[in-house]
């Protein structure tokens, strides 16, 4: 029978080299001269953007989301934190946010449902496997689901016939 996963993933290697580019074109701006102004990648997956002012950290991050764009990840899965003020220092959390929750999955399940395909969807975790008995349900699905604003970005693959 075939079948796809429905999966949100994110590649960290165009990430890193995203925020290495922000980090160079951040060096190199007049308006950050003397500024200690600078991205980090954590072993979280997390970006922490540091600067001194909030201001600063704003302009920032519109860098860092056009170095994302023009690497192909999709700025929807960054979940922005507020920006924390310590003395001379202002530093943002930004969240990368992998795979799919469970709350989120179980919507996605309820509108395949509603949409009376002839197709079964299981939750596999971080992924949604749908299976179906002909190509075309599976496409209507995928249609479907590119069609509905859910707030991630999705990608389906592992496509079986």
Do not use: C, W
Not at 122 to 133: E, H, N, W, Y
Request: net charge neutral; aromatic share 4%.
């Amino acid at each position: 029978m075939p079948s796809f996963d429905i999966v949100s993933e994110v590649d960290m290697h165009e990430v890193n080299n995203a925020v290495d580019q922000a980090n160079r074109e951040v060096g190199t701006r007049f308006d950050f001269k003397g500024i200690d102004a600078k991205f980090e990648v954590s072993e979280s997956a997390d970006i922490s953007v540091t600067a001194e002012v909030d201001f600063q950290i704003r302009q920032m991050l519109d860098i860092l989301r056009g170095k994302l764009v023009k690497r192909g990840v999709d700025i929807k899965s960054l979940v922005e934190g507020d920006v924390q003020l310590a003395g001379q220092k202002a530093t943002m959390l930004v969240k990368i946010q992998q795979g799919i929750e469970a709350d989120l999955g179980r919507k996605i399940v309820k509108l395949v449902k509603e949409t009376k395909i002839r197709v079964q969807t299981a939750i596999q975790g971080d992924k949604l496997r749908v299976t179906g008995k002909n190509r075309d349900d599976l496409q209507q699905v995928i249609a479907m689901l590119k069609e509905a604003n859910l707030g991630i970005p999705l990608q389906y693959n592992n496509f079986r016939d």
